[in-house]
């Protein structure tokens, strides 16, 4: 089991651009795949974009050439970098991570991005 503790979400304009990050504690960071999930109102939850635990990455289609996702092992932290951000960002950001038990989530952060 891990806990995850998400952070940096806010209010940004378009255009503009915010990084969230997620600390994690509670097992072997290196050791498992993480990333990033976003669910908007009345919408399914999303892939936002994920990273294995040697740097591969997927990002999500919608995201695609604006976000970013990195992760430190050193600091157990894995970071969702969004650029060029525009109003249909506009969601409850997830960090997720996929170890032996299942997935884990944290309680997410919430990113508004106005006109």
């Known amino acids: 089991q891990v806990h995850l503790v998400e952070s940096g979400g806010g209010l940004v304009q378009a255009g503009g651009s915010l990084r969230l990050s997620c600390a994690a504690s509670?097992?072997?960071?290196?050791?498992?795949?993480m990333g990033w999930y976003r669910q908007a109102p009345g919408k399914q939850r999303e892939m936002v974009a994920q990273?294995?635990?040697?740097?591969?990455?997927k990002i999500g289609d919608s995201v695609k050439g604006r976000f970013t996702v990195s992760r430190d092992n050193a600091k157990n932290t894995v970071y969702l970098q969004m650029n060029t951000v525009k109003p249909e960002d506009t969601a409850v950001y997830y960090c997720?991570?996929?170890?032996?038990?299942?997935?884990?989530w944290g309680q997410g952060t919430q990113v508004t991005v106005s006109q």
């Open positions: 990273i294995t635990s040697n740097g591969g990455t």
């Open positions: 509670g097992s072997i960071f290196d050791d498992y795949p």
């Open positions: 997720w991570a996929l170890t032996r038990s299942g997935p884990n």
